[in-house]
């Protein structure tokens, strides 16, 4: 989720240097895009019965914050306009609280749903046929 979330704002401020004031549309597509990936990857996780799931999505949140706050000053620096380590500060703390929630509401509701979806019955699993005994060879 951190790369996701670092490609995303890197791709923005991308676009940015071309657009600089007409992305109110876009800013709302790539959040919304963001928000669905989170939503849909843990109803996937809670609907497969993933041990651990809620936990798992609340570390990966805090995780995700300063991570993508990392690359993205990263991205930022090598393709869009030579970005200084004093962008790093408000990128790690900012920047990574709403990350964070970024990925851990939507989470939360993927979680809330995915749990209530019922899985598709398995199928039965038949006995292997028993091989019939080879007849004796003749001389």
Same mark, same amino acid.
């Given at each position: 989720?951190?790369?996701?979330?670092?490609?995303?704002?890197?791709?923005?401020? /991308?676009?940015?240097?071309?657009?600089?004031?007409?992305?109110?549309?876009?800013?709302?597509?790539?959040?919304?895009?963001?928000?669905?990936?989170?939503?849909?990857?843990?109803?996937?996780?809670?609907?497969?019965?993933?041990?651990?799931?809620?936990?798992?999505?609340?570390?990966?949140?805090?995780?995700?914050?300063?991570?993508?706050?990392?690359?993205?000053?990263?991205?930022?620096?090598?393709?869009?306009?030579?970005?200084?380590?004093?962008?790093?500060?408000?990128?790690?703390?900012?920047?990574?609280?709403?990350?964070?929630?970024?990925?851990?509401?939507?989470?939360?509701?993927?979680?809330?749903?995915?749990?209530?979806? /019922?899985?598709?019955?398995?199928?039965? /699993?038949?006995?292997?046929?028993?091989?019939?005994?080879?007849?004796?060879? /003749?001389?």
């Amino acid at each position: 989720m951190a790369v996701l979330h670092a490609i995303a704002e890197v791709a923005l401020a /991308k676009a940015t240097v071309y657009e600089p004031t007409g992305l109110t549309t876009a800013r709302i597509a790539v959040i919304a895009l963001l928000v669905g990936a989170a939503a849909l990857w843990s109803a996937l996780d809670a609907w497969l019965r993933r041990a651990d799931a809620g936990r798992t999505w609340f570390i990966a949140s805090l995780v995700a914050g300063p991570v993508s706050g990392v690359l993205y000053v990263i991205g930022r620096a090598v393709l869009v306009d030579r970005t200084g380590a004093e962008e790093l500060w408000p990128a790690i703390s900012g920047g990574a609280a709403f990350t964070a929630l970024l990925v851990l509401v939507p989470a939360g509701l993927g979680l809330f749903v995915g749990g209530r979806l /019922k899985r598709p019955a398995e199928p039965e /699993k038949r006995p292997r046929p028993t091989p019939r005994p080879r007849a004796a060879a /003749k001389d």
